[in-house]
Structures are given as structure tokens and as C-alpha cells.
């Protein structure tokens, strides 16, 4: 196995046990909530526009055509692998050879289908909420990012 690899597993495995069992490094200062309203509060954040954001809106509208676009080239894809296999059928003998256009159609397809989906779906996109009476743009976060503000939780909604 290749040490690249390897280091890959071993910090992809420290990451998830560390966020898993919620270590971080340094002090976090929480911001203090009265008593009565324990319980009762979202964490929000202003939502800081990137340039992935505006892509992401800039396709939102598009986003029907782009999802049929790829469901038609599905079934293109699943017709082809049925067509090689039923020739290989025919033959009765199978032909690695014939599936390799189909599998380079497969692979470029699904990593195409990877980076629209990463383009259309921001991770803003999931967080992103209104606030009643605020007209800023605001994304949920935990009580310890910066710039966290206590809202009360009946005045947030999705969007």
C-alpha cells in the first residue's frame, strides 16, 4: 500500500475520532444565556458570501434542467451496459474490451455528477435560515464560532 495512502487513512481516522468525541484546541468562550431562556435559542451566524455561494445561486434556477440532464444520461448509461452485456450474452464468451468506452462514460459521469452537485450545494446552502425581523443573510453555527449570536429559536425559520 502507498505511504500517501496510508497517512490518508490515519488522518481521515483522527479526524472523525476527534470531532466524534468533541476535542478542540484551545478555549472556547460560550456566550451566557439567562437561565429562563436556556433551551429556547438557536446559534446564528452572518452568512459570508463566497464566490461558491454566488455560483451556486447564479444555477439555482437551472437546477431542474441540470438534475434531468443527468437522469437522461443515466439511462443512456444503463442502456449501454445492458447493450455490451447482452452482446457478451450473444457471444457466450465475454469480451473485457468491449466495456471500455461504457466504463470511461461511467467514471466521467460520476465525477461530473461530484462536482455539479458540490457547485449547486454549498454547505451554506443547508445552514442558510431567516430570521424575523433581520434582513441579513444568517446560517446556523455552535455556540463557539465567531460572530455566534443567541437567537431565540421561535423567531428562526428555514429557508
Not at 104 to 124: I, Q
Request: proline letters at 3%.
Amino acid at each position: 500500500m502507498k505511504k500517501g495512502l496510508v497517512w490518508s487513512g490515519v488522518a481521515l481516522a483522527a479526524i472523525i475520532i476527534v470531532a466524534s468525541f468533541g476535542m478542540q484546541i484551545g478555549t472556547i468562550t460560550e456566550p451566557n444565556i439567562p437561565e429562563s431562556m436556556a433551551g429556547r435559542v438557536l446559534y446564528v451566524c452572518p452568512a459570508v458570501d463566497s464566490a461558491w455561494d454566488s455560483v451556486a445561486s447564479a444555477i439555482r434556477p437551472f437546477s431542474n434542467y441540470i438534475i434531468a440532464v443527468f437522469f437522461f444520461g443515466l439511462v443512456l448509461l444503463l442502456f449501454g451496459w445492458g447493450w455490451q452485456l447482452y452482446q457478451n450474452l450473444l457471444a457466450d464468451k465475454f469480451k473485457r474490451e468491449s466495456f471500455k468506452n461504457i466504463w470511461a462514460f461511467t467514471k466521467y459521469g460520476f465525477w461530473l455528477l461530484v462536482l455539479v452537485m458540490l457547485v449547486m450545494f454549498t454547505p451554506n446552502n443547508f445552514r442558510r435560515v431567516e430570521i424575523t425581523g433581520a434582513g441579513d443573510n444568517w446560517i446556523l453555527c455552535d455556540a463557539t464560532d465567531a460572530g455566534a449570536r443567541a437567537v431565540r429559536a421561535d423567531a428562526v425559520h428555514s429557508r
